[in-house]
């Protein structure tokens, strides 16, 4: 079983009965079988030129009241061109990521954790389907 499904059955076992296959039944997000095209695309955010690279990779959350729960699209790394990002440029960051995912033809999950990954690399796992 993967890590994703193991983690949605941990999330979901509180629910029970037929609550339990309602709720927990679809995955989050669409998956890593989603629309979403592996690669590296040319992004811009404002004035700055970004590089999004998508490729399949481990699981990612988002916050909800109850914790954290798995997100388990691809994953975005995004790096500017010019200068590196800096860890306190997180919102930046994640602009340029959703325009990777939608330049990869995919479905960004704005909720997803975003991670400074130092060298001016940013990463949203899971995050784009």
């Known amino acids: 079983m993967s890590l994703a499904a193991t983690l949605r059955l941990r999330h979901c076992a509180p629910l029970g009965g037929v609550a339990l296959l309602a709720a927990c039944a679809a995955t989050p997000g669409a998956g890593p ?36 729960v798995p997100v388990a699209g691809m994953t975005v790394t995004v790096r500017r061109e010019a200068t590196p990002l800096g860890q306190d440029e997180g ?27 130092g060298g001016g690399l940013w990463q949203f796992a899971g995050a784009c389907a």
């Open 91 to 117: 919102k930046l960051a994640k602009d340029a990521a959703a325009a990777g995912c939608s330049a990869a033809r995919g479905r960004f999950d704005g909720r997803a954790f975003g991670v400074y990954a």
């Open 33 to 68: 079988s989603g629309n979403a095209a592996a690669g590296t695309f040319p992004v811009s955010v404002g004035d700055a030129a970004f590089a999004a690279t998508v490729t399949p990779g481990v699981p990612g959350l988002r916050p909800t009241a109850q914790g954290g």
